[in-house]
């Protein structure tokens, strides 16, 4: 299988190893199978693993996953913006007329996520800022937003979900979209290592391998949330993709283990020597 091979989704499609464009994020999320972002808990313990899989932590804020959706739509899939979103009018909602009017406006909304003018306003900007950078601009050129890729690590399924894959100079590239407040050299990269990027660039990009026997390159791309919306690449070296991988892979082994087991063990029940950090 290459980058080429990519199936396309139909309500019919049987979700199995492979890699898919168009699987509705409903259904990539009720797929089961372990994830980056899950696997990030059980790189705590168990017990936090666990309690994320049972759905007793939240990830985000809902209005923040409702940006981040949007800026992704706008930069990776400009064509759904207006399908996927609707801008709410200025009501004002204190008054009967208001409250009448704002009701015959949800009622014609649909599925669509409703979003407010500023919202929609801060999507566009990032999407001109990112389609603008030289570089992003080639990536995004070609290629397919949302791919789902479903492998497994000896028999345990895993799923991941690239922002966008493409293919430079012959060579596969996974473009994963961050918007952030500063997208300097000197913060970015703090950023990413309090979120664990180099996670996720990890098994993203060993699921990719695994499919298809290539190793891709995988790239970040960083635009700020104000302006001037400053946009900078980022790529991780050789050590920081396998320290990843390393820790994925101690996350998935916990995972294993608790789920062989039935238990899911927390922090140490001992003492712990601790430190002081290099800071202080």
């Known amino acids: 299988m290459s980058i080429n091979d990519l199936i396309q989704w139909t309500p019919q499609t049987i979700l199995e190893r492979g890699l898919y464009a168009g699987v509705p994020d409903p259904i990539y999320r009720s797929h089961e199978a372990v994830s980056c972002s899950g696997l990030k808990h059980y790189g705590k313990t168990a017990a936090h693993g666990r309690a ?20 992704h739509t706008a930069v990776l899939e400009p064509h759904l913006l207006d399908v996927d979103f609707v801008v709410a009018p200025r009501i004002d909602r204190r008054t009967k007329a208001g409250k009448a009017e704002w009701a015959a406006f949800q009622e014609g909304v649909g599925s669509a996520t409703v979003v407010s003018e500023d919202q929609h306003q801060l999507a566009l900007a990032i999407r001109d800022a990112v389609r603008a950078h030289p570089l992003a601009a ?50 970015f990269p703090k950023s990413c ?18 499919l298809t026997g290539e190793r891709p390159r995988f790239v ?61």
């Open 52 to 71: 994320a899989e049972l759905g007793q932590v939240q990830i985000a804020r809902p209005e923040t996953l409702v940006l981040g959706r949007l800026c």
């Open 193 to 210: 290592a309090r979120f664990k990027y180099h996670t996720q660039a990890a098994m993203y990009s060993d699921g990719f391998r695994t």
């Open 138 to 187: 080639k990536f995004l050129d070609q290629g397919s937003a949302e791919v789902t890729q479903l492998w497994d690590f000896d028999g345990v399924p895993a799923k991941s979900r690239l922002d966008w894959l493409t293919t430079i100079d012959g060579e596969p590239l996974i473009f994963d979209l961050k918007t952030t407040q500063d997208a300097s050299t000197k913060d």
């Open 220 to 280: 970040f791309g960083a635009v700020e949330k104000e302006p001037p919306f400053g946009v900078q690449l980022f790529e991780y070296d050789l050590a920081a993709i396998e320290r990843g991988r390393e820790d994925y892979l101690s996350a998935l082994h916990t995972y294993v283990e608790a789920h062989r087991e039935g238990k899911w063990r927390g922090y140490s029940e001992g003492i712990v020597q601790m430190e002081l950090p290099a800071w202080a």
